[in-house]
């Protein structure tokens, strides 16, 4: 009887101090904890963190950009995705007949890459990477059938539904299966002899560069030994500096590809080319050599002489199957690279592999 009286108690000094609608909400949750089991209680959370909020980021996007917008998306992170996507992107619109659409993305070199594409201008919307996973989420849940949120991957367009996936890692670089065929196959469900589109670069003001940090024409290699995607099973630096000492010996001038918070290889000139640069770049330079990444994708429509350099450990696909899954010229967005899987133990041929290569022997 005491402890009715207290609870009563209780309430009132709740309801003065706190008003009526704070006091009934507690209420509810009181007799929800006691009517319904646990299990619901999680359930109705998990959709209400995650169902409901990816609603919530969607009603924002379909507010502002209107009720009849294609919202389109692909691995959140990764710029040869997103250029993949952009050279697409046009037949895919065209199939569709979607004039109204967006394509989000993180921003920085995702949307650098995405932005070398004609039809990407203008339709360029970032998010937070927390918003996007809950957007996923709600198209999920709404169904494959029933949304207007396309998530273009080349594996995993429903991650909240394995059995909608390529879940079997394997198939990557299968039979010379590479990551092009996913994404026309299965990512954007168009027909293998689909023609991409072209990237659109700037020249203007590549000749004052070169004048102005003294580099050659013609005989300027571009190295680019990061990779983030690869970080863990990247090529040592005293390869990377063997390699610098013998290109200048060779009369070379050699430059390390720096962005933000990285080093140049030892020896070489730290040097930030932008994306919409860096194809003209190479063109006046001569030579690129870099491990592979998605900047790879990018220089693939280079006429400079361009080594790629593999690894056998990947974190996104089969290990050995980098260069049959990657492959540039696998991929077909060119047929002029020198592509090799790296190894400690065959450095000395693989320099002079290299070396052949760039020399034009």
Not at 321 to 339: A, F, P, Q
Request: charged share 20%; glycine share 10%.
């Amino acid at each position: 009887m005491g402890r009715f009286i207290r609870k009563i108690k209780g309430g009132i000094r709740c309801l003065r101090e706190h008003g009526i609608r704070y006091t009934a909400k507690l209420l509810i949750k009181e007799a929800a904890k006691r009517i319904l089991p646990e299990s619901f209680i999680l359930l109705n959370k998990k959709f209400r963190d995650n169902v409901l909020a990816g609603f919530e980021v969607y009603s924002d996007l379909i507010e502002e950009y209107g009720d009849d917008v294609t919202i389109l998306g692909c691995a959140f992170y990764g710029t040869g995705d997103y250029y993949i996507s952009g050279l697409f992107l046009p037949e895919w619109l065209k199939k569709n007949i979607i004039s109204n659409y967006i394509f989000l993305t993180p921003g920085g070199s995702e949307k650098k890459a995405a932005e070398l594409f004609p039809s990407m201008y203008g339709h360029l919307q970032n998010i937070q990477l927390l918003n996007y996973t809950k957007l996923r989420i709600f198209r999920t849940f709404v169904g494959v059938n029933r949304q207007n949120f396309v998530y273009l991957h080349h594996a995993f367009r429903f991650p909240q539904n394995p059995a909608l996936n390529i879940t079997d890692n394997q198939l990557m670089g299968l039979h010379g299966l590479n990551m092009v065929d996913f994404y026309l196959t299965y990512g954007f469900e168009l027909p293998e002899d689909t023609q991409h589109s072209t990237p659109v670069f700037d020249s203007e003001g590549i000749e004052e560069l070169f004048l102005g940090n003294q580099l050659q024409i013609g005989r300027t290699v571009l190295l680019a030994p990061n990779s983030t995607g690869l970080s863990r099973c990247g090529i040592p630096e005293k390869f990377w500096k063997k390699l610098t000492t013998a290109l200048q010996d060779r009369g070379y001038t050699v430059c390390t590809n720096c962005s933000e918070n990285e080093r140049p290889i030892e020896g070489t000139l730290p040097i930030f080319i932008p994306y919409k640069k860096i194809v003209p770049f190479l063109n006046t330079g001569g030579g690129y050599i870099g491990i592979r990444s998605g900047l790879c994708d990018i220089i693939s429509a280079s006429s400079c002489k361009k080594v790629v350099l593999h690894t056998y450990k990947s974190k996104w696909w089969p290990d050995g199957k980098s260069v049959e899954y990657t492959g540039l010229k696998n991929m077909g967005l060119c047929n002029d690279t020198l592509e090799i899987e790296y190894s400690s133990l065959q450095e000395k041929m693989l320099l002079e592999k290299i070396f052949n290569f760039i020399a034009g022997g």
